[in-house]
């Protein structure tokens, strides 16, 4: 379990890493349908690959507020469940956090929203996303027979008294503004934080591997569109780059935090050490 800690202006953040996934060589290729095999070697070979999930949680304004749930107890990879040890660190319980949001419905960021005996891990939690993320994944499943698909049907619909639907621009609390960056799933959305002039922006998986700084045009195998996902992966990191931003990804090396920078017509990762 690893907790960093940051301030935003008047908003305290830490980033709370949930655990880190395993991944070979062969599972980091399979991921990369359009890239060469032997380029992805060749990228990983230079640097491993990164599989940390790291969760954003933020104090504004008297609300906490977590970004993601990870797996929680819930199963899954081997040693999850760090966010729950990271915000008994923070002197924090699940019962403490306000709202929850939820930057797009895949397992490794939804699971965790019930525990072990499949309780709702988050008692008090409000929940927000977006109409669209809501509308693909709710056709998809319902469309599907697969048991995963069934299980995270319910485990969707178990929330959605709670859940209400937020738009890019609105702030889901002082200095907290939802930002589109659709492609990864159709409602993927992150988050642009600020208070007295400083700037965090949480882009979430625009993509999963620091190499796809260097190389944009590399599809995520998970991705709803890859082509879409590629234009927003361009257009952010080219805005964090431009405008300097501190910048949070929830799948880079713990603690995920660094600067973007340019390099000629892709880009170069700089992380805080
Ligand atoms: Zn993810």
Redesign the pocket.
């Known amino acids: 379990m690893s907790v960093y800690q940051l301030q935003i202006g008047e908003i305290n953040c830490a980033v709370l890493q949930e655990g880190v996934v395993k991944m070979t060589a062969e599972d980091v290729i399979a991921r990369y349908p359009n890239a060469e095999p032997d380029a992805i070697a060749a990228a990983i070979a230079a640097q491993p690959p990164s599989g940390s999930?790291n969760l954003l949680y933020l104090q504004s304004a008297g609300s906490h507020i977590l970004v993601d749930v990870g797996f929680g107890e819930t199963p899954g990879p081997p040693d999850m469940g760090g966010v729950l040890r990271g915000l008994t660190s923070l002197g924090l319980s699940a019962a403490d956090i306000d709202i929850i949001h939820l930057t797009?419905f895949?397992g490794?960021?939804i699971s965790g929203l019930v525990d072990a005996d499949g309780a709702t891990a988050y008692p008090n939690a409000r929940y927000v996303t977006t109409r669209s993320e809501w509308n693909e994944w709710m056709a998809r499943w319902k469309a599907s027979d697969a048991a995963r698909d069934r299980h995270r049907l319910q485990l969707i619909s178990s929330i959605a008294e709670r859940v209400s639907f937020v738009a890019p621009g609105e702030e889901i609390a002082p200095g907290v503004e939802v930002v589109n960056l659709e492609g990864?799933t159709l409602g993927h959305s992150g988050l642009l934080i600020e208070s007295k002039g400083e700037r965090l922006f949480h882009v979430?998986?625009i993509l999963?591997q620091a190499f796809q700084l260097a190389r944009p045009d590399w599809h995520f195998g998970l991705d709803s569109d890859g082509a879409l996902a590629e234009r927003v992966r361009r257009q952010t990191l080219g805005r964090c780059a431009d405008e300097n931003i501190l910048t949070l990804f929830?799948?880079l090396d713990f603690p995920g935090l660094g600067r973007v920078g340019r390099d000629g017509e892709v880009f170069a990762w700089k992380p805080v050490n």
């Open positions: 999930l797009h895949h490794d960021h990864h979430v998986d999963h929830y799948h």
